[in-house]
């Protein structure tokens, strides 16, 4: 049994929320979810740290001995006694009554103990029974706010995708240009930090006429309610549940502001405690030593003034990025100009949308210098997956595609599948006339971690193979990642030098941010690809560049930053071993 990060840190939620609701010490409460963060952060798995000689649990930031003791009995048991306990005495879904807008912990338990609400429903069977207002320390009102505070619940956890919320700061960025006067404007927070998906957004805005640009926010076409209206401080919700907070700042704290609402707040909580300990203070104002203020107009000149150079955004997550920063060495993050082609696509012979020749064109007309086709191979049947024969065919019409070409290449290419078993669904005699060769997972998603792990190991020692495609299968908001062990997955890449893809389509964004960091720190290199399936869907790259970013990747780490050249002999090189 390999248990992950993410269970020590579900677990960990877990146990804060439960702690929470029977009375818990703030104190105890906070430990718990600060542990649950570390955890969920670390870029490489506590099961290994714990298995280290070298390496101590209770080295990790906020990690005691008690917590490192938790941890430990997570990795052996799978479970933890504490969470048994706490569950027994109160329904897990009082954790979800307690996100209710207006009632918090001590009302969720009061309810519990008072009516026998356990979770949204019998909560809302309460409150449509008028029984809530009866228990001492409930109104009439919070019994009418109930029923719309459980269906905000419900809709919680849909984090938005990144490239949805793009298009609505566009739209929304367009609607404020109607405002004169406004010398500044930016979408801090995760959007403005690249993160997969966000939360809410939070825009900056520095404005001669405060009151001008909320009149003008609050009247932007997409907004479905207005929460709040002011000179300073505007709140809407947008479409059906995207909340945009717009805050007015004064030029002279616009760097401090936009520091402070980019987050992430562990990020700035590091940054802060950085700056007490040199004398000074900063706050979304500026920075300041004593009453002088020494920085806040931009947040070059923040970061500056605590001795830093200026960090990228993505990188803002308090993962090292400040003591990398401090000793000069910060990622030089790989970006769009460094890309010089896109390693997978499809066709209209199986499950694409475009010609061959038509995507060949449109990867030319992109600036790449080589583009792969890789499409899928006969299990995935339900698209017309090519047999042996039916890819080879497709190789020499690649093959005459090319004779027409200079600058720019066609990889002969294919992604082939991964049975349950680990073998693939097309021939060796076959891949070795390939390429490129890159694998997935398409069926059978719901093994167990270990088979899962097993079966894209073995792949991965197929000497033909040459990547592995979106390597968890995750569908963001859709489709949770497949059971697998990454760290063993890595491993393995590492060991058969393989490299793993970061698929750049915005619902899979497959490597994630941290699985990145890790593959470069075991110095497996990753490519980021579109996985289009027609000519406009190319346009995905950029999504896949935010993750790699998020993951501090550098032109270095990657495959298709290569040039032809360089990447033939990369290939090559691996056939020969
Ligand atoms: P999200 O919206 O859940 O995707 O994540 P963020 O990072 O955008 O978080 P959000 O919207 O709650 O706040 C935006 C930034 O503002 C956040 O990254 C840090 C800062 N911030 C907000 N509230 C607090 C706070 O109570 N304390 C501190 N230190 N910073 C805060
Ligand atoms: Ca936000
Ligand atoms: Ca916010
Ligand atoms: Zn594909």
Same mark, same amino acid.
């Given at each position: 049994? @390999? ?124 409150? %449509? ?30 984090? =938005? =995708? ?10 929304? =960025? ?165 890309? /010089? ?74 992604? @082939? ?15 070795? /006339? ?82 990145? /960091? ?55 090189? %691996?056939?020969?071993?």
């Amino acid at each position: 049994m @390999v248990v992950e990060n993410s269970d020590i840190a579900a677990i960990f939620d877990e146990v804060a929320d439960l702690l929470e609701i029977s009375g818990e010490s703030f104190f105890r409460v906070r430990a718990y979810r600060n542990a649950s963060r570390v955890i969920r952060d670390l870029s490489r798995s506590a099961a290994g740290i714990e298995a280290d000689p070298e390496q101590k649990l209770e080295d990790l930031p906020g990690i005691g001995k008690d917590l490192a003791g938790k941890i430990r009995e997570i990795v052996n048991t799978g479970d933890l006694a504490l969470r048994r306990d706490l569950e027994r005495e109160y329904p897990t879904g009082l954790m979800d009554v307690m996100k209710v807008a207006g009632l918090g912990p001590r009302k969720a338990h009061a309810l519990f103990l008072e009516l026998g609400v356990k979770d949204l429903e019998s909560l809302g069977e309460a409150a %449509r029974a008028g029984r809530v207002k009866e228990v001492k320390g409930f109104g009439p009102r919070t019994e009418a706010n109930i029923l719309e505070g459980i269906y905000a619940v419900k809709g919680l956890g849909n984090r =938005m =995708m990144w490239a949805d919320a793009e298009e609505r700061v566009r739209a929304i =960025m367009e609607h404020m240009d109607a405002v004169p006067g406004i010398s500044a404007m930016e979408a801090a927070g995760s959007y403005r930090r690249l993160k997969e998906t966000v939360g809410d957004l939070d825009v900056l805005v520095v404005c001669d006429d405060a009151g001008a640009a909320s009149e003008r926010f609050v009247s932007f076409p997409g907004v479905t309610r207005v929460i709040a209206k002011g000179p300073t401080r505007s709140a809407v919700v947008i479409g059906d549940d995207l909340q945009v907070d717009l805050r007015a700042v004064a030029a002279d704290s616009f760097g401090a502001a936009l520091q402070y609402f980019t987050g992430s707040q562990a990020h700035s909580v590091a940054l802060r405690s950085m700056a007490l300990r040199k004398g000074l203070k900063l706050n979304e104002y500026g920075v300041f030593r004593d009453e002088k203020k020494l920085a806040g107009r931009t947040e070059e000149e923040v970061y500056e003034a605590l001795g830093l150079p200026w960090i990228p955004p993505e990188l803002r997550e308090n993962r090292g990025e400040i003591r990398a920063a401090f000793e000069g060495g910060l990622p030089r993050l790989v970006s769009a100009k460094d890309i /010089r082609g896109d390693l997978h696509m499809h066709t209209d012979l199986t499950d694409g949308r475009d010609s061959l020749e038509a995507m060949a064109a449109d990867a030319r007309r992109r600036g790449y210098l080589y583009a792969a086709v890789t499409n899928h191979t006969k299990r995935v049947a339900m698209v017309k997956g090519l047999d042996d024969r039916g890819l080879l065919d497709s190789w020499r019409a690649i093959d005459r595609l090319n004779e027409g070409l200079d600058e720019f290449h066609l990889l002969k290419g294919v992604e @082939v599948d991964i049975l349950e078993n680990g073998a693939l669904d097309i021939s060796d005699e076959v891949l070795a /006339r390939a390429d490129f060769v890159i694998a997935s997972v398409h069926y059978n998603t719901n093994q167990t971690r270990a088979q899962m792990t097993r079966r894209i190991v073995k792949a991965l020692g197929n000497p033909f193979v040459d990547a592995l495609a979106h390597p968890t299968g995750r569908k963001i908001n859709k489709r949770p990642p497949y059971q697998v062990n990454m760290d063993d997955v890595i491993a393995a890449a590492a060991r058969f030098d393989v490299a793993l893809e970061l698929n750049a389509a915005p619902r899979r964004l497959d490597i994630d941010d941290l699985a990145c /960091r890790s593959a470069r720190d075991h110095g497996v290199k990753v490519y980021v690809a579109t996985d289009a399936h027609s000519v406009s869907e190319l346009d995905y790259m950029r999504y896949g560049l935010n993750q790699a970013r998020r993951g501090w990747l550098e032109k270095g780490d990657m495959l298709n930053t290569l040039t032809y050249r360089s990447l033939r002999k990369v290939l090559r090189a %691996r056939d020969r071993s």
